[in-house]
């Protein structure tokens, strides 16, 4: 396993927006016509059995996504060939001030503020690829002390891996190691400091989670 | 010197905006009351003698900046011991696709692509700390084909650089080899393909260059 140690490895966290119709429109925006995205520094990464921080201040919402590691260099990589740049996955939390991306959002600043304080980017172990032959065929779930907040099929991305791989590629090109965040199904909302989120994922046609994290 | 190869070491480029206020002016911003600061990619590094591209449909405009390398982890870092954070100094562009920028802030979407561009980082080379015993007496320089285009004094940052890293590190750790772009005098505009970047940094009360670039 290679990547094993990918949040030493990544060099890139490049984060998709909006690609579940349902999320989009719980925040009140509009559903987009292509994919966009963000970047979230690597010092964000936080494994188990550290913590989230929630900093002063700021309303702290969880998005439970899936995300996929890179496996060799590639730019204007087409869809079809996306496939074979992908060397594994693993279950992630895209954290977000959401008062702070508000307020970014009004004034026409970056999100990097509200997308990359320490710990926003918590993950979980390696998936190997050969474990989601399908990636649109899972569902991605979250709880906080144990009550569900998240839960939705990874087949509602209205962007598709191959297509986001392609999207961000045509931008920047992609090197080995970086991973990107596919987006967060709805149920988005507050963590308080002293909860305990813990999610997984699992095939659609299954009640056995191929991956689980546990963060307080 | 461990940071000649900073380019390939860097884990994150933070880039500050408005950092001067005639350039804040300049592009019809207010002048900010806090610094703030947005990501850059590190696969938008470019070094000489490879060239700047400029994207099909973009108004890509230069950027002539002082980038620092940081020497050694920190998080939360008093103002009052940011130098000795500080590792070595470069020259830098941050290329900036405004038209997409300007679309970016009127939809309030992250800046993200705008600024992340292959080749949308030109550096020079690394530069000992000690040849900028005090990075507020220098004066950075751009000409486009000659012609004279940015000429502005570090003296004109309205944020420091110490406060700069006290303002980042409060947000995210800053890692070894990490670098920060601090703002850019007025004068920006729009290259096109073909024209070729030459620029510089020297002090005050010289005419001597401490470092020089150029870029087709
Ligand atoms: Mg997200
Ligand atoms: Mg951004
Ligand atoms: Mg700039």
């Known amino acids: 396993m290679p990547f094993r140690n990918f ?23 509009e559903v987009p016509k292509a994919p966009f995205f963000f970047l979230k520094p690597t010092s964000s990464f936080v494994t188990e059995p550290n913590a989230i921080e929630v900093p002063k201040g700021a309303v702290v919402h969880h998005e439970v996504e899936l ?13 079809t060939q996306a496939d074979s740049y992908i060397a594994g996955y693993f279950l992630a939390l895209d954290m977000t001030a959401r008062n702070l991306q508000d307020e970014a959002k009004k004034k026409g600043l ?5 997308k990359g304080f320490d710990t926003f980017t918590p993950v979980g172990k390696f998936i190997e690829k050969s474990a989601i032959p399908n990636p649109d065929a899972f569902r991605l779930w979250l709880k906080i002390d144990g009550k569900s907040v ?19 590629s045509s931008v920047m090109k992609l090197e080995k190691g970086d991973v990107i965040l596919t987006g967060t199904p709805s149920g988005v909302g507050p963590v308080q400091p002293g909860q305990t989120l813990t999610g997984g994922i ?3 046609n299954s009640s056995n989670d191929i991956s689980t994290f546990s963060f307080p």
């Open 202 to 204: 699992r095939p659609l």
């Open 67 to 79: 995300g996929l590691i890179i496996g060799k260099d590639g730019r204007d990589i087409p869809a």
């Open 150 to 168: 998240q839960d939705g099929p990874t087949s509602d991305m209205m962007f598709k891996i191959p297509q986001l791989i392609e999207h961000v």
């Open 110 to 114: 970056p999100w990097s503020v509200a």
């Open 7 to 29: 949040t030493s490895q990544a060099r890139k966290i490049v984060a998709i927006g909006r690609n579940y119709a349902e999320h989009a429109k719980e925040l009140g925006n």
